[in-house]
Structure formats: C-alpha cells, structure tokens
C-alpha cells in the first residue's frame, strides 16, 4: 500500500488550496479505516491538522476549524485536506496518513510530506 500525496505549492494569504492522498495497492479486501493529516513547520513538532473515521465525523485543530476540511472518496481510496483562507502561519509540510485494515492486516502509512507555503 502506497500513500501518494499531490503537490503543494504557494499561495498568498486569504487563498485556497486542496491537498490530495491516494491510497494505491489496496486491492478489494482492504479498506482505509482512519485518515488524517499532519503538518510540520520548521523548528516545531508535528502537528495533527485534521481527521476522520469515516468521512463524517471529523476532528480538527484548533488553529484550523472553520478554514479547512477533511473529505473522502472511499471508491477512490482518496483523501482531500481543503484549505480555505491560508495564513502565513499554515506554512509547512503536510503529511497524510491512512490506516489500511484487512484480513489480518492492521498498519498505518504515511504519504509523503508535501510543501505548502502561505506568503503574506
């Protein structure tokens, strides 16, 4: 299973911007039970950003409720973090996670972090 994120970028304050996980490899005996995402500005520990079980219920940071959104696509096994009036201080490496459930199979996946800059 491989978590593949989109790209980020750079966008002004106020701006918007969606952020992409797709999970391949899963097959049809596999599903994503949790997702989340995860971000790290330079000199500070990461952080969880948001999260859902199923899609519906959802949990957010503080420092983003009422800007951003978690959604999913489960026939796509996809996972979207909706940024809506980005502040400097979202500037940071974003990280998505999934955890993939099975047949005796239990195991967390990280994508890789993408960048994504607020400028001022």
């Known amino acids: 299973v491989q978590l593949q994120a989109s790209v980020g970028g750079l966008v002004q304050a106020g701006g918007s911007l969606r952020l992409s996980c797709a999970a391949s490899?899963?097959?049809?005996?596999?599903?994503?039970?949790?997702m989340a995402w995860y971000r790290q500005a330079p000199g500070k520990q990461r952080e969880l950003v948001a999260s859902?079980?199923?899609?519906?219920?959802?949990q957010y940071a503080n420092s983003v409720k009422g800007r951003f959104a978690i959604l999913r696509d489960n026939a796509k096994n996809t996972g979207y973090l909706q940024m809506n009036s980005l502040k400097p201080e979202d500037t940071a490496v974003y990280y998505c996670?999934?955890?993939?459930?099975?047949?005796?199979?239990?195991?967390?996946?990280w994508g890789r972090g993408t960048q994504v800059t607020v400028s001022s």
């Open positions: 996670n999934a955890q993939v459930v099975g047949p005796k199979y239990e195991a967390d996946h």
């Open positions: 490899g899963i097959g049809s005996v596999f599903r994503i039970n949790y």
């Open positions: 859902t079980g199923n899609g519906v219920s959802t």
